[in-house]
């Protein structure tokens, strides 16, 4: 049994993401310049219907900037799922509001908009839908919400690359502003890195605005406009959330790679589909509407009372086994600084709650082998005793 340990997760890097970042670091320009740019026009022009996309160091940087531009101010509400990273939350409070944490459909573990609806008060001010495991959330329903209460709709999509709800991309739908995430376990990557996404002219021009100090022009816009490159002026105490050109490098070949790494992502999913079928979980959901595409970020699993093991023996046992899985999400609620700061118990969250208690993460990446899906599959069997 000395078989290599098979990780979680790992990122697909390949010889052209490396030579790109080598002409960057060749070219003298590291910082954000002319490869963010390519990168964001290419990013643009994928998910189409005339949206812009702008360029930062994380996905949580994204959200800070997108929450800033919507006008979520100190005191507003905004609604969040329990089911998330904390990011989504954490991105509230740096703007003085409070997060407003909602439960989630027990199928999908999406926002439930009945939650939505419930929790909704003057102080509303947004709504974050986070597209679980890449999985669209219910979008009809959660924009006519906001249509009906005047809030604005800022989607969480780190996981969401590419989906697509009722066959239109996450990105192009009318919510406010969409933000990706290219961190380094996510559909494709930047090392670190996001994308915010909007159709709304106004919001592009605060986010770039607030990327970068508060500044009206970035550095490479002076570098290559007429007036002096010396000369800037700031207009607001903005941020510094820029992504350099190293890493728009990676993206630009991570991006033209992606149908690729969905096809083989879309095809693990459904091996699992088939091999794991007959065993006491619950399998993830699949899409219910028709133009629905799941990116299938992650894959992730429900031990069942009949399987006769807890979900963190099961993750044990699948360590002995020389496998990693994770645990997506451990729900906001149960985490000290939302726990404590907003007074949650677990009777309030009940299907976030019992989909944490039951839920493994399986491998599903796309330098997996065959061989490595069949020890996983292999190994999952043998746990469960099939
Ligand atoms: C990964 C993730 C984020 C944060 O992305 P970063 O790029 O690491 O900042 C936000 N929300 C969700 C749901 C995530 O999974």
């Known amino acids: 049994m000395s078989q290599e340990f098979l990780p979680f997760a790992l990122p697909n890097i390949g010889e052209e993401e490396i030579n790109e970042v080598v002409s960057a670091l060749r070219s003298g320009w590291v910082t954000t310049g002319p490869k963010t740019r390519q990168f964001e026009a290419d990013f643009a022009a994928y998910l189409g219907d005339g949206v812009e996309a702008i360029a930062v160091n994380s996905a949580t940087a994204g959200l800070h900037l997108a929450l800033e531009a919507v006008g979520v101010r100190e005191g507003d509400e905004v609604i969040v799922p329990s089911y998330t990273f904390t990011a989504t939350a954490e991105v509230v409070r740096y703007l003085g509001a409070h997060p407003v944490i909602v439960d989630i459909d027990p199928a999908t573990f999406n926002i439930d908009p009945a939650a939505i ?11 974050v839908p986070v597209h679980f495991a890449g999985l669209a959330c219910e979008m009809d329903e959660i924009l006519a919400i906001a249509r009906e209460h005047g809030l604005k709709v800022v989607e969480d999509a780190a996981h969401s690359l590419p989906t697509t709800y009722k066959g239109r991309r996450i990105g192009t739908l009318a919510s406010d502003v969409t933000v990706f995430s290219f961190y380094a376990n996510k559909t494709m990557t930047t090392g670190e890195g996001g994308m915010v996404v909007s159709a709304h002219p106004e919001i592009i021009k605060r ?135 907003y007074q949650l118990t677990p009777a309030r969250f009940p299907n976030a709650q019992a989909a944490f208690e039951a839920e493994v993460t399986l491998p599903l990446y796309t330098r997996m082998t065959d061989q490595d899906q069949t020890r996983v599959i292999a190994a999952v069997r043998e746990i469960l005793g099939a």
């Not at 609806?117 to 709504?127: H, Y």
């Not at 207009?235 to 096809?263: C, S, T, V, W």
């Not at 970020?297 to 031990?303: A, C, G, Q, S, T």
Request: one cysteine or more; aromatic letters at 10%.
């Open 207 to 341: 986010c770039k605005i607030m990327r970068l100090h508060g500044i009206s022009r970035d550095a490479f816009d002076r570098y290559v406009s007429k007036t002096p490159a010396w000369f800037y002026e700031v207009i607001e105490p903005g941020f510094k959330y820029n992504m350099p050109d190293i890493g728009a490098a990676i993206g630009i070949h991570q991006l033209r790679r992606l149908g690729g790494f969905h096809e083989k992502r879309q095809a693990m999913a459904d091996r699992y589909d088939r091999e794991l079928s007959d065993l006491p979980l619950i399998l993830p959901p699949r899409p219910v509407h028709a133009g629905d595409l799941h990116s299938w970020h992650l894959y992730p699993v429900r031990l069942t009372a009949e399987a006769g093991i807890k979900r963190d023996d099961f993750i044990i046992a699948m360590s002995e086994k020389g496998i990693g899985c994770s645990v997506h999400f451990i729900p906001l609620h149960l985490h000290p600084v939302w726990r404590d700061g």
């Open 117 to 127: 609806r419930a929790a909704i008060t003057e102080k509303t001010r947004a709504i």
